[in-house]
């Protein structure tokens, strides 16, 4: 989809500045007027050179499109080196909502992909194993009562996917995630999906068969006439590029196991707009996953949809509010190259402490990646939560304080990817405690732990107290509270938090001419 839209791109003419990092947003004025002026980049072609590759893009209007920190999560099915713009946009004044909410589901690992869909509903066998490849363990066998309650769960995770917090207790679908977390996170195994199988049962049970299945996997595998013997068969018959994208990345379904693990898929918060997907800096819109625009429970194919839907809102705003006179704040020449000068030089003193400095920037977003997935993920609790925003408030100035270490110039942009990385991260947390002094319970794809909860299953053990976790159910009083973020350099943890209403569903109700008469005049944009 990426490639199409790109290709479309330059067809239209559209130039493509590839290989740019950026680094900071330039803004003129203050409170409402304030305004983004410029873009500071690093041009990677040019980053060994003696301006570091700084490239300065001036615009009157801004869409930012750059997608979810992806990077945050050690386990996560993002393309590797998704990052995000998230902390330079912040920075430069941009309100942020619902952080706390993002969507956890099974991928697979070598090749990130979501096991999702048909490779759920064709109910593949699901096993684990040693580190090393061996000792191999039917372990769902442990949560689930016969053969068929357990392939049936198999199955519903194809379109139950995203690991669902009120889908756990009562041996539902996301008991399957629970499983694989505790197999992998706390058991330190390795979890597999095996479409060359059928699900195995312990022994003494029935064997499987599609005939026993709950009555849901039936009725859709016979009107898909997906009743092959085994797995694959019933994969080729149903969506044969489901196996195909493995092949082209060189994973044989055929032939071997496809390695899989609970992970960080889709932030489903972001960036706060108005109904034109414009920012609370006027003339910067956010569209597509960078936007906070896709609530709690987000349906499968909806983050698309959005995507688009904002695209061509934005682009009929700027269009018809915008685009007739030159925006109405400016900075001299002077001002933007003395603000460039100095970023040039708060550059240059990174990497003068980048020869000397002992922490690398991938080790920063390696601790990142750990932190996050520990206590910023599906599992979260008060007490991991807080003490996780103060490492990542402690990581944020030591990277600031003492730099990261460089060889030089072309490592630049590493130093500044990691500190980014490093204020999305408190960003996060700091909603999330947040929405925990909020009384906030568990919704959407994530859990709160409480000792006081309902347990999700027997053997499902918390390493932390050894026993079975309990979680604290939805607070329903909070579906009517958006929590809103801005960056506050001066606040202790960098950022103020408050609360807004989600805005009511418009219940206009006119008749076609004029409704008519108010696009044509162009009073929809007003409205």
């Known amino acids: 989809?990426?490639?199409?839209?790109?290709?479309?791109?330059?067809?239209?003419?559209?130039?493509?500045?590839?290989?740019?990092?950026?680094?900071?947003?330039?803004t003129a004025g203050t409170g409402e007027a304030k305004r983004i002026v410029a873009m500071v980049c690093i041009d990677l072609n040019r980053a060994a050179a003696a301006d570091m590759g700084l490239t300065v893009i001036e615009a009157d209007n801004w869409v930012l499109a750059a997608g979810g920190p992806g990077q945050l999560y050690s386990a996560s099915v993002y393309p590797r080196?998704?990052?995000?713009?998230?902390?330079?946009?912040?920075?430069?004044?941009?309100?942020?909502?619902n952080m706390t909410e993002s969507q956890y589901g099974l991928a697979s690992t070598k090749f990130r992909w979501?096991?999702?869909?048909?490779?759920?509903?064709?109910?593949?066998r699901i096993f684990s194993t040693d580190r090393a490849g061996g000792d191999p363990r039917e372990f769902l066998t442990e949560y689930f009562d016969d053969t068929a309650g357990m392939a049936g769960n198999i199955f519903l995770k194809g379109y139950q996917w995203p690991f669902d917090a009120q889908r756990i207790t009562g041996k539902q679908?996301?008991?399957?995630?629970?499983?694989?977390?505790?197999?992998?996170?706390?058991?330190?195994?390795?979890?597999?999906?095996?479409?060359?199988?059928?699900?195995?049962?312990?022994?003494?049970?029935?064997?499987?068969?599609?005939?026993?299945?709950?009555?849901?996997?039936?009725?859709?595998?016979?009107?898909?006439?997906?009743?092959?013997?085994?797995?694959?068969?019933?994969?080729?018959?149903?969506?044969?590029?489901?196996?195909?994208?493995?092949?082209?990345?060189?994973?044989?379904?055929?032939?071997e196991p496809l390695e899989i693990a609970l992970c960080a898929q889709h932030h489903n918060g972001g960036l706060a707009v108005n109904k034109w997907w414009e920012s609370s800096l006027p003339r910067t819109f956010v569209i597509g996953e960078m936007a906070g625009t896709h609530g709690v429970k987000r349906p499968g194919g909806s983050a698309l949809n959005a995507g688009q839907v904002g695209a061509?809102?934005?682009?009929?705003?700027?269009?018809?509010?915008?685009?007739?006179?030159?925006?109405e704040f400016s900075m001299s020449s002077a001002e933007l190259a003395s603000s460039v000068s100095g970023l040039a030089s708060r550059l240059r003193r990174m990497l003068a402490r980048?020869?000397?400095?002992?922490?690398?920037?991938?080790?920063?977003?390696?601790?990142?990646?750990?932190?996050?997935?520990?206590?910023?993920?599906?599992?979260?609790?008060?007490?991991?939560?807080?003490?996780?925003?103060?490492?990542?408030?402690?990581?944020?100035?030591?990277?600031?304080?003492?730099?990261?270490?460089?060889?030089g110039p072309g490592e630049l942009h590493l130093?500044?990817?990691?500190?980014?990385?490093?204020?999305t991260q408190v960003a996060m947390l700091k909603a999330i405690c947040g929405m925990l002094d909020?009384?906030?319970?568990?919704?959407?794809?994530?859990?709160?732990?409480?000792?006081?909860?309902?347990?999700?299953?027997?053997?499902?053990?918390?390493?932390?107290?050894?026993?079975?976790?309990?979680?604290?159910?939805?607070?329903?009083?909070?579906?009517?509270?958006i929590l809103e973020m801005r960056y506050n350099p001066a606040a202790e943890d960098l950022f103020d938090l408050w609360e807004v209403p989600p805005r009511p569903i418009p219940d206009r109700n006119i008749a076609f001419e004029p409704a008519w008469a108010e696009f044509r005049d162009g009073r929809v944009y007003r409205i």
């Open 173 to 255: 679908s996301s008991l399957v995630d629970m499983a694989v977390h505790q197999e992998t996170v706390v058991r330190g195994r390795r979890v597999w999906m095996d479409f060359l199988r059928n699900p195995v049962g312990k022994t003494g049970w029935r064997p499987f068969r599609i005939e026993d299945l709950p009555a849901e996997a039936q009725d859709y595998l016979r009107k898909t006439a997906a009743l092959q013997a085994t797995p694959i068969e019933r994969l080729a018959h149903m969506n044969p590029p489901a196996i195909e994208i493995y092949a082209d990345n060189g994973i044989d379904l055929r032939g």
């Open 354 to 407: 980048g020869a000397s400095a002992t922490r690398a920037p991938h080790k920063v977003l390696e601790e990142i990646g750990g932190r996050m997935t520990r206590h910023g993920a599906h599992l979260r609790c008060r007490a991991g939560a807080e003490t996780a925003l103060k490492e990542a408030k402690m990581q944020y100035r030591a990277c600031l304080e003492k730099g990261l270490r460089l060889s």
């Open 81 to 97: 080196g998704q990052l995000g713009i998230h902390a330079p946009a912040l920075q430069a004044g941009l309100v942020a909502c």
């Open 438 to 481: 909020r009384s906030a319970g568990s919704r959407g794809s994530h859990c709160i732990l409480d000792d006081t909860g309902v347990e999700m299953h027997p053997a499902l053990i918390d390493p932390a107290g050894g026993k079975p976790y309990r979680l604290r159910q939805e607070n329903m009083a909070l579906r009517n509270v």
């Open 312 to 327: 061509m809102r934005a682009a009929e705003y700027i269009a018809n509010v915008y685009s007739g006179d030159k925006a």
């Open 114 to 124: 979501n096991v999702s869909g048909t490779y759920m509903q064709v109910v593949p």
């Open 1 to 26: 989809m990426a490639e199409a839209l790109q290709a479309q791109a330059l067809r239209d003419g559209v130039e493509i500045l590839d290989k740019h990092v950026v680094v900071e947003f330039i």
């Open 415 to 423: 130093a500044v990817t990691a500190e980014q990385q490093c204020l």
